[in-house]
């Protein structure tokens, strides 16, 4: 019988990585060696040995005033490298900068992980009121004009493993949270083209976004303008700002290899 790739984990490497994880998923920015070993379920001592590992690499330093720790500078690098070497950030990186400047609002390209949308790269607008740049973060799915401009163009198989619908988070009262709402809401998207976050995710911050395909004809990451809700007014969006998006994501699906099926 052929043996899973999971028999072949090496334990402290796994520790490790679920170490640097910790700090993906905590609100402060450094831990301590006692809260650490806390969250993993590891003996203190078994926690020092890994950070010091890590410490010596560059993953991760030590505040030498509090005597916590936090990523290092080679974390910051890796992160980095990841988005260099992305295809999708190659080739969408002059898309964007065109896209800011026809439109002055800011524009970025995100893909999804692990059931959350990862913003990867970002051309910033030139307004002194303007979103502040998410790229690296993760943000939820359902409530995303970027998630939902994906998940419209998925099947049901695809969204049900990505996605639970049963479970749908208010971050602000126009969140949709229903079950139902949201899934005729994602056939609306389907048809008009691309997605809209009418302050869903963030109170005065509306987003349009747009699907990018791949040579494969299945969603590879999508495109986004954002800004803040006085300058997103509905009949902007309708007018310039999902044509100029849609146009924008057209030409990144063409560097991918995408090619449009024609009609029957």
């Given amino acids: 019988m ?3 790739k999971s ?5 402290a490497v796994s520790h490790a ?3 640097l994880e910790e700090f993906k998923s905590s609100a402060s920015d450094e831990l301590g060696v006692t809260e650490l070993a806390k969250r993993l379920k590891l003996h203190k001592n078994n926690v020092f040995r890994l950070l010091a590992t890590l410490e010596h690499h560059g993953y991760i330093e030590q505040n030498p005033v509090t005597g916590n720790y936090r990523l290092g500078i080679r974390a910051l690098e890796l992160g980095q490298t990841f988005i260099q070497q992305s295809g999708l950030v190659q080739s969408s990186r002059p898309v964007l900068e065109d896209l800011v400047r026809k439109t002055n609002e800011t524009a970025y390209v995100a893909i999804l992980r692990d059931g959350q949308m990862v913003y990867l790269d970002v051309v910033e607008s030139t307004h002194v009121i303007r979103v502040v740049p998410r790229v690296g973060l993760r943000l939820p799915v359902h409530c995303t004009a970027v998630g939902k401009a994906m ?3 998925m099947s049901e198989d695809e969204i049900k493993r990505i996605f639970p619908l049963a479970s749908l988070t208010a971050y602000t009262a126009r969140t949709i949270i229903d079950r139902g709402e949201f899934v005729e809401h994602l056939n609306r998207v389907r048809s008009g ?3 809209t976050d009418n302050e869903e995710y963030e109170e005065g911050v509306k987003c349009v976004a747009v699907p990018i395909f791949d040579h494969t004809r299945h969603p590879a990451g999508a495109i986004t303008l954002s800004g803040p809700s006085s300058r997103m007014g509905d009949e902007r969006i309708a007018r310039e700002l999902a044509p100029a998006v849609i146009d924008a994501a057209r030409q990144i699906s063409h560097r991918l290899g995408f090619e449009k099926q024609p009609a029957a």
């Fill in 2 to 4: 052929k043996r899973q």
């Fill in 7 to 11: 028999d072949y984990t090496i334990q």
């Fill in 17 to 19: 990585l679920e170490l």
């Fill in 151 to 153: 998940l419209a163009h």
């Fill in 193 to 195: 083209g691309y997605a």
